[in-house]
């Protein structure tokens, strides 16, 4: 499947490149292994693109419905 898109940010000293897939999610756990530290929240693109810190990972949320129709994000 090829990427929805990509975006890179700073951190640590360093460049990250990251590049954003789609998936189908057809189960999810109470609990994983990061539940301390990051809360799963079920929203439109929108709205997730509020949500996260990264401008263009902001952006990508933003240009979704273009890109693989309506879909919900978490």
Not at 2 to 25: D, H, Q, R
């Amino acid at each position: 499947t090829p990427a929805i898109g990509s975006y890179e940010f700073s951190k640590w000293g360093g460049l990250c490149n990251v590049e954003v897939f789609g998936m189908t999610v057809t189960h999810t756990f109470d609990n994983w292994p990061e539940d301390f530290m990051r809360q799963r929240v079920w929203t439109d693109h929108k709205q997730a693109a509020h949500l996260v810190k990264h401008a263009g990972l902001s952006r990508l949320f933003l240009k979704l419905p273009e890109r693989v129709g309506n879909c919900l994000i978490t």
